[in-house]
């Protein structure tokens, strides 16, 4: 039997009282640990399937021309290949996603460095790198654009009518009338660069093709329909032609969000002109290189300020560089634009956002979403108001920190009891903030080694932004089976951040069964229901709270049809399920999302309930920073955080280090090096980023004050970790040197150029005053 949206229970529903211990909350062991760390989990490297050949790509070598001529070497053995062109697509030459502009394939001009332009495939993929150095491509070289500024001058067109994918502009209060009251307006401009999501495992997809069955691929990705998008578009297929199947995925912190349909295209239109199956897998160099990346940012604040501290409002203006194409820069400068006001309360504001076009290779997702750049300009500019004023840093958020009943950037009433007050106060007794920050002032007037120490404050949303989920109508299965366990049928997938794991336990505490007996099926399109993109800190939230009704669901059908008495025990499920399934057939309940009622967001005027529910923080970090090397190094890191409900501490803590980790990377070491476009250090030797040597201890808290709309009251944390740390660094480097730094990375090159630009002042400040 199959239910479709499934109520919660309500006064008076036989509910079952369960025989096992309590699963949610505890640490469970993960679901795929064991394949895992035995070696019995199947990576896309490690699957071959008969006759299989092996993809490459030939990409662009200039960044924006039309292509003149394809130069095939002669002497060459060109029979053994299969090769691809544009003119092999079937249907639609786009990836599909939002505005549809990115070409699966270049036809006759190119628009970045890395631009897939050709295909091919053989049996023997030790070949391969020579036959793309056999093919010559001749450009009519056009005018680029590498920087947001360029883009912003508009004196060269490369998209649309003036470079500019998204705006959005969020408006609250009379802002216009609010500066002749300031005592202070304080300016501040901050840049974030592009960051490598540095997965370990490489992006890669094998694809097969029968014309009568259609398109079968398998691959590492986060997103399974999204694949199933592009295929349909690009051969123009019907949606039972198109069969997606996520194999184990080592990583993706959004860089397998949409990349992954680009490469599912391509092999498939490899398989499909040669009838076999082919496998393409990048290799590091070809993943950095050519793949999404964190897009790079520039925040520029105006605020009025009194002189007590309390902010009467600002302008922020917040820009993206989107690369050649739209991908998600719409979604990325979306959430990017609501959390550029922090948790604090802004009487009047306005936010104008845009994402720029400039000819590099499109930037994407990455865990965050835009919210990590415009967070850190945000955090900067509150210590640099600060400053202004003559208060603490500490002081001037207490001043102005959002409370229940207040109203945010975009006028959604704080419903949820949040106290940021007493989180801060526990996140400075836990940093021993105060006398650190005493014994390092003193410590640092006779050292070459400068320590500081540096908060920031910050709030995330959880789920798709506005009316995203209301659009994505998320549908989410659980079956019991006649053996008497429960599978989970979602598309939301795995990648080591624990979505089987959670999912089960939700399910397995609802049905009150031990948690071996519930598995989660495999993310295959043909065989689960489209739950959304494993994405935007929503998979305990949004679909976790599916999972939880869809088990409720089949409680609730086996009490009614009286195969179930309240209380019972495993083995009496087991005989329930298979008296069911043997009188009636399948037992199986879905549910589909509903909106929470009471939240409404307006798209057009940007303004309502952005999102059901935030998760709010608090990061302190203690720096030191060598002036003989003029390295900045983090000692200590202190991450409080307000999560709803911790359903598995040991997966929640780690996602909390793991993304301090990368928000440190992201503030002091990794640089992403350009050149006309292209990346230049696209390998690990040279792009850097912080190993466990490189990291502090870090101290993970948890604050639980639930969740209504969130599976037994959890929230989104996967996002939620990265948000905070950059921002927490840079401004305990700050400290450190009394200087401003506002744009990162914050590389030893930078903090040298920094200080020994002040030193230079100072001198000549000094010889001034003695010829005076």
């Given at each position: 039997?199959?239910?479709?949206?499934?109520?919660?229970?309500?006064?008076?529903?036989?509910v079952?009282?369960?025989?096992t211990?309590?699963i949610?909350?505890m640490?469970v062991?993960?679901?795929?640990?064991?394949?895992?760390?035995?070696?019995?989990?199947?990576?896309?490297?490690d699957?071959?399937?008969?006759?299989?050949?092996?993809?490459?790509?030939v990409r662009?070598?200039?960044?924006r021309?039309?292509?003149?001529?394809?130069t095939?070497?002669p002497?060459?053995p060109w029979q053994?290949?299969v090769?691809v062109?544009a003119r092999?697509?079937?249907?639609a030459?786009?990836?599909?996603l939002i505005a549809?502009?990115?070409?699966?394939?270049?036809?006759?001009?190119?628009n970045?460095?890395?631009?897939?332009?050709?295909l091919?495939?053989?049996?023997?993929p030790h070949?391969l790198?020579k036959a793309?150095a056999?093919?010559a491509?001749?450009?009519?070289?056009?005018?680029?654009?590498?920087?947001?500024e360029?883009s912003?001058?508009?004196?060269?067109i490369?998209?649309?009518?003036?470079n500019?994918?998204?705006?959005y502009t969020?408006e609250?209060?009379d802002v216009d009338?609010?500066?002749?009251?300031a005592?202070?307006v304080?300016?501040?401009?901050?840049t974030?660069?592009?960051q490598?999501q540095?997965?370990?495992?490489?992006?890669g997809?094998?694809?097969s093709?029968?014309r009568?069955c259609?398109?079968?691929?398998?691959?590492?990705m986060?997103?399974?329909?999204?694949?199933?998008k592009?295929?349909m578009?690009?051969?123009h297929?019907?949606e039972?032609?198109?069969?997606v199947v996520?194999?184990?995925t080592g990583?993706?912190?959004?860089?397998?969000?949409?990349?992954?349909?680009?490469?599912?295209c391509?092999?498939?239109?490899l398989?499909m002109?040669?009838?076999?199956?082919?496998?393409?897998?990048y290799?590091?160099s070809?993943?950095?290189?050519a793949t999404t990346?964190?897009h790079?940012?520039r925040?520029?604040h105006?605020?009025a300020?009194?002189?007590e501290g309390k902010?009467?409002?600002?302008?922020?203006?917040?820009?993206?560089?989107g690369?050649?194409y739209t991908?998600?820069s719409?979604v990325?400068?979306s959430r990017?634009?609501?959390?550029?006001?922090?948790p604090?309360f802004w009487?009047?504001i306005?936010?104008r956002a845009?994402?720029?076009?400039?000819?590099?290779?499109?930037?994407g997702?990455?865990?965050g979403f835009?919210?990590p750049?415009?967070l850190?300009a945000?955090?900067?500019h509150m210590?640099?108001?600060?400053?202004?004023i003559?208060v603490?840093?500490?002081e001037?958020?207490r001043?102005?920190?959002?409370?229940?009943?207040?109203?945010?950037?975009?006028?959604?009433?704080?419903?949820?009891?949040?106290?940021?007050?007493?989180?801060?106060?526990?996140a400075l007794a836990?940093?021993?903030?105060?006398?650190?920050?005493?014994r390092f002032?003193q410590?640092?007037q006779?050292?070459?080694?400068k320590?500081?120490i540096?908060?920031?404050?910050?709030l995330?949303?959880a789920?798709f932004?506005?009316?995203?989920?209301r659009?994505?109508?998320?549908?989410?299965?659980?079956e019991?089976?006649?053996?008497?366990?429960?599978?989970?049928?979602?598309?939301?997938?795995e990648?080591?951040?624990?979505t089987?794991?959670?999912?089960?336990?939700?399910?397995?505490e609802?049905?009150g069964?031990?948690?071996?007996?519930?598995?989660?099926?495999?993310?295959d399109?043909?065989?689960?229901p489209?739950?959304g993109?494993t994405v935007?800190?929503?998979?305990?939230?949004?679909?976790?709270?599916l999972?939880?009704?869809?088990a409720?669901?089949?409680?609730?059908?086996?009490?009614?049809?009286?195969?179930?008495?309240d209380?019972?025990?495993p083995?009496?499920f087991?005989a329930?399920?298979?008296q069911?399934?043997?009188?009636?057939?399948?037992?199986?309940?879905?549910?589909?999302?509903?909106p929470?009622?009471?939240?409404?967001?307006d798209?057009?005027?940007?303004?309502?309930e952005a999102?059901?529910a935030y998760?709010?923080?608090?990061y302190i970090?203690?720096?030191?920073?060598?002036l003989?090397?003029y390295a900045?190094?983090?000692d200590?890191f202190?991450?409080l955080?307000?999560?709803?409900?911790?359903?598995?501490?040991?997966?929640a803590?780690?996602q909390?280090?793991?993304?301090?980790?990368q928000?440190i990377?992201?503030?002091?070491?990794e640089k992403?090096?350009?050149?006309?476009?292209?990346?230049?250090n696209?390998?690990?030797?040279?792009?850097?980023?912080?190993?466990?040597?490189d990291l502090?201890?870090?101290?993970?808290?948890?604050?639980e004050?639930?969740n209504?709309?969130?599976?037994?009251?959890a929230?989104g944390?996967?996002?939620l970790?990265?948000?905070?740390?950059?921002p927490?660094?840079?401004?305990a480097?700050?400290?450190?040197?009394?200087m401003?730094?506002?744009?990162?990375?914050?590389?030893?090159?930078?903090?040298?150029?920094?200080?020994?630009?002040?030193?230079?002042?100072?001198?000549?400040?000094?010889?001034l005053?003695?010829v005076?």
């Amino acid at each position: 039997m199959s239910s479709g949206h499934l109520r919660p229970p309500l006064p008076g529903d036989r509910v079952s009282r369960r025989k096992t211990e309590p699963i949610v909350g505890m640490p469970v062991p993960r679901k795929e640990g064991r394949d895992k760390v035995t070696g019995r989990a199947q990576y896309i490297d490690d699957i071959t399937l008969p006759g299989m050949l092996y993809g490459a790509t030939v990409r662009s070598t200039v960044a924006r021309g039309k292509i003149k001529k394809v130069t095939f070497a002669p002497n060459f053995p060109w029979q053994e290949f299969v090769i691809v062109s544009a003119r092999d697509i079937p249907g639609a030459n786009c990836v599909a996603l939002i505005a549809d502009d990115q070409p699966c394939l270049a036809d006759g001009a190119v628009n970045h460095p890395e631009e897939p332009i050709l295909l091919l495939a053989h049996a023997n993929p030790h070949v391969l790198p020579k036959a793309i150095a056999a093919i010559a491509i001749e450009y009519q070289r056009l005018p680029a654009i590498f920087t947001m500024e360029e883009s912003e001058l508009g004196e060269e067109i490369i998209w649309g009518r003036d470079n500019t994918f998204k705006t959005y502009t969020i408006e609250k209060g009379d802002v216009d009338s609010l500066w002749a009251k300031a005592d202070f307006v304080v300016k501040g401009e901050y840049t974030t660069g592009a960051q490598e999501q540095l997965y370990i495992e490489n992006n890669g997809m094998i694809a097969s093709f029968d014309r009568q069955c259609g398109i079968t691929v398998w691959g590492s990705m986060q997103c399974p329909y999204y694949v199933h998008k592009a295929l349909m578009k690009l051969f123009h297929l019907a949606e039972d032609k198109v069969r997606v199947v996520q194999t184990e995925t080592g990583g993706a912190f959004g860089g397998k969000e949409e990349y992954p349909s680009m490469i599912a295209c391509h092999a498939a239109l490899l398989a499909m002109k040669s009838g076999k199956p082919v496998k393409i897998v990048y290799d590091r160099s070809e993943d950095m290189a050519a793949t999404t990346k964190r897009h790079p940012s520039r925040t520029r604040h105006r605020t009025a300020v009194t002189r007590e501290g309390k902010i009467l409002g600002g302008e922020i203006e917040f820009v993206v560089d989107g690369g050649a194409y739209t991908t998600l820069s719409p979604v990325v400068l979306s959430r990017g634009t609501i959390h550029a006001a922090g948790p604090y309360f802004w009487p009047n504001i306005r936010i104008r956002a845009r994402a720029v076009a400039t000819n590099t290779p499109p930037h994407g997702a990455f865990r965050g979403f835009g919210a990590p750049q415009s967070l850190f300009a945000m955090e900067r500019h509150m210590d640099r108001i600060a400053g202004t004023i003559g208060v603490s840093p500490v002081e001037i958020r207490r001043r102005n920190f959002l409370k229940p009943g207040q109203t945010t950037a975009t006028e959604q009433t704080i419903h949820e009891s949040i106290d940021l007050d007493k989180l801060l106060d526990r996140a400075l007794a836990l940093s021993k903030y105060d006398v650190r920050k005493r014994r390092f002032q003193q410590e640092n007037q006779n050292s070459t080694r400068k320590k500081g120490i540096g908060l920031a404050t910050f709030l995330h949303g959880a789920g798709f932004t506005g009316s995203g989920e209301r659009s994505l109508s998320s549908l989410v299965g659980v079956e019991g089976r006649i053996d008497g366990k429960v599978r989970v049928l979602v598309s939301s997938t795995e990648f080591g951040q624990g979505t089987k794991t959670v999912l089960c336990q939700i399910a397995a505490e609802v049905l009150g069964l031990p948690y071996d007996s519930v598995e989660i099926a495999e993310a295959d399109t043909e065989q689960v229901p489209n739950s959304g993109p494993t994405v935007a800190s929503r998979t305990v939230m949004i679909v976790g709270k599916l999972v939880q009704s869809a088990a409720l669901g089949i409680r609730q059908t086996l009490l009614a049809s009286n195969d179930l008495r309240d209380s019972y025990s495993p083995a009496e499920f087991k005989a329930a399920c298979a008296q069911y399934i043997a009188e009636h057939g399948d037992l199986k309940s879905f549910s589909r999302y509903e909106p929470p009622p009471n939240i409404f967001w307006d798209d057009e005027k940007y303004r309502g309930e952005a999102y059901a529910a935030y998760a709010w923080a608090i990061y302190i970090a203690e720096v030191t920073v060598d002036l003989t090397t003029y390295a900045a190094s983090v000692d200590d890191f202190v991450a409080l955080q307000e999560v709803g409900k911790v359903l598995h501490p040991v997966l929640a803590r780690g996602q909390i280090v793991g993304g301090v980790a990368q928000g440190i990377g992201f503030a002091l070491y990794e640089k992403v090096s350009w050149r006309d476009g292209r990346m230049q250090n696209a390998q690990m030797t040279n792009y850097i980023m912080p190993t466990s040597a490189d990291l502090p201890l870090i101290r993970v808290y948890f604050e639980e004050l639930g969740n209504q709309h969130g599976a037994f009251g959890a929230k989104g944390i996967g996002e939620l970790p990265i948000d905070g740390p950059a921002p927490a660094v840079v401004n305990a480097v700050a400290d450190a040197l009394g200087m401003q730094f506002d744009s990162i990375p914050l590389l030893a090159e930078g903090i040298f150029e920094a200080v020994t630009s002040r030193s230079k002042k100072e001198e000549d400040a000094r010889v001034l005053g003695v010829v005076r």
